[in-house]
């Protein structure tokens, strides 16, 4: 069963606008959250990531949200750039050397 | 510091064959896990090794498995190629089992299986 979703598929967003990529997960238990970069055929690259015991963490142009309540969480994207254009993976882990769950992924376009 | 290396990168072989792919870890990264891509099924968990021992492991069949050695480096083997096994292979360290937020992955191995 698909534990974390990404439910928009695609985003399109003007350059130096904020892009906001969303995630859901079912797992209470998760410690981690991360959020990946992708082109195709090669290697996800690690953004950002947040723990479960925090809210927000923010790394430059980057910020993830985590609402616990709602099991959600949310990559901001500011200003968004026409580089920025990949396909953004969210995954979430928990402790002790569990894998990875992916999301789907969501496909941002960033348009000049 | 150099980052996670696959090889090969690209690979072409055929239904029945066996494959061999490779991953050098980052230096210090002492766990590797390994993930398949395919359009249809996303990116999914194949198995970790951390100290040579094998941690975890995904809903694959037994053709696919995998060892590491005591420097690290890792390696995953799929006997009896599949059609269905054409896919981009991923490999992922991190400092240890525990790190959960460090996750790195390489430039992954590309495999077209006719």
């Known amino acids: 069963d698909q534990q974390v979703k990404q439910n928009s598929p695609s985003l399109s967003v003007q350059e130096g606008r904020i892009s906001i990529l969303n995630c859901d997960y079912t797992n209470s238990m998760f410690d981690y959250f991360l959020w990946y970069k992708k082109y195709p055929a090669e290697g996800p690259t690690f953004l950002i990531s947040i723990s479960s015991i925090k809210d927000k963490n923010e790394d430059g142009r980057f910020t993830v949200f985590l609402n616990k309540s709602a099991k959600h969480l949310s990559l901001h994207i500011v200003p968004s750039q026409p580089g920025d254009s990949a396909v953004y993976f969210c995954a979430a882990l928990r402790d002790s050397g569990y894998a990875l769950n992916f999301g789907k992924g969501t496909s941002l376009l960033v348009t000049p | 510091k150099a980052g996670v290396t696959q090889t090969p990168r690209y690979l072409i072989k055929t239904r029945g064959q066996q494959v061999t792919l490779s991953c050098s870890p980052i230096?210090?990264?002492?766990?590797v896990s390994w993930y398949q891509q395919t359009p249809g099924q996303g990116l999914q968990f194949l198995f970790e090794y951390f100290s040579e021992t094998q941690r975890n492991k995904g809903n694959f069949p037994g053709r696919f498995s995998g060892r590491q050695f005591s420097n690290s480096r890792s390696e995953m083997n799929v006997s009896t190629l599949e059609l269905g096994d054409s896919a981009l292979y991923l490999c992922?360290?991190?400092?240890?089992?525990?790190?959960?937020?460090?996750?790195?992955f390489g430039e992954g191995s590309w495999l077209t299986v006719v």
């Open positions: 230096s210090g990264h002492r766990s």
């Open positions: 992922a360290s991190r400092p240890s089992v525990t790190a959960g937020n460090t996750i790195y």
